[in-house]
């Protein structure tokens, strides 16, 4: 079968995907910095390795699946051609929207956990008393 | 109420169950430290002697005085840990609450029987596993 387009495609289909996934992670690790310093303020070197990571899972995710729906079955015109470019990116589109959604929810999670930590106990305490001093208090175990 | 920064859990150390359950709790990561004392224990009695509830009741008293007992102990007892915290919350709301202190009571004044059958050795020897056995 010839499909003269098919080369033309693949190219496009490349370059596009590189350039959004590179777009896409750049943003994310820009703003999601905002978000991961004000969960570790006590070691900024925890955001940013954390951040690093989420960074490179997200390349991973996204290039490996880029690469796993490059396979056309054919263009033999250069309507098939454009249609099959454009199936392609929109299945990759979905997927990095998929990718994002599910960071912003990591981020969320990460976010919640270190707000819990701060609150007190949801139920009052029925009764006060007097500590006995000196008091014994448990070591933390490390 | 200030914020506890360390809690003492009682528990009764002549149940199987209360030992596992004190002994689940110790192996939890925590947000505040926690120690565990039997509520028949000679220390518990002197320290701890003026709360009503003490060996009828699981009791949790935080480092700053203050004491909750029955289902609120349990609940402040979910709430220092790392993984819980959020169903403490959970379950303490308009909701889930009344459920959780039923079968917090349902537990609780059953647990010698719960505890036969689940766990048969009472534990009399004091041969039961110190909590960092099972790390």
């Known amino acids: 079968m010839e499909t003269p387009y098919l080369v033309p495609v693949y190219a496009t289909y490349a370059v596009i995907t590189l350039g959004l996934t590179i777009f896409l992670a750049r943003t994310l690790s820009k703003n999601g910095a905002i978000f991961l310093e004000d969960v570790f303020k006590d070691t900024p070197k925890l955001a940013g390795a954390v951040n690093t990571l989420l960074v490179v899972g997200f390349y991973l995710v996204n290039l490996g699946y880029a690469a796993l729906i490059m396979k056309a079955e054919g263009a033999e015109t250069s309507v098939a051609a454009v249609e099959v470019l454009a199936w392609k990116l929109g299945a990759l589109l979905m997927s990095l929207a998929f990718m994002h959604f599910v960071n912003l929810f990591v981020f969320y999670r990460i976010r919640r956990r270190s707000r819990l930590a701060q609150l007190p106990p949801p139920v009052m305490p029925q009764m006060q008393m007097q500590m006995p001093v000196p008091q014994y208090f448990p070591q933390p175990t490390a | ?135």
């Not at chain 2, 002994?23 to 028949?40: H, I, K, N």
């Not at chain 2, 005085?65 to 609940?75: K, L, N, Q, T, Y």
């Not at chain 2, 959780?100 to 029987?113: L, Q, W």
Request: proline share 7%; with cysteine.
């Open chain 2, 1 to 135: 109420m200030n914020v506890p920064t360390a809690l003492t859990v009682l528990y009764d150390s002549s149940c199987a169950l209360c030992i596992r359950c004190r002994d689940w709790l110790s192996r939890q990561d925590a947000f505040v430290p926690m120690r565990f004392m039997a509520c028949g224990s000679k220390q518990a009695r002197e320290i701890y002697g003026s709360v009503p509830w003490l060996g009828e009741e699981l009791v949790v008293v935080s480092d700053h005085g203050d004491v909750w007992a029955g289902p609120a102990a349990f609940i402040t007892a979910l709430w220092a840990l790392r993984e819980w915290r959020e169903w403490s919350y959970r379950i303490s709301g308009p909701e889930l609450a009344p459920l959780a202190e039923r079968f917090f009571h349902a537990i609780s004044s059953n647990r010698k029987t719960i505890a036969a059958i689940i766990a048969p050795d009472p534990c009399e020897g004091g041969t039961c596993r110190v909590p960092h056995a099972y790390r």
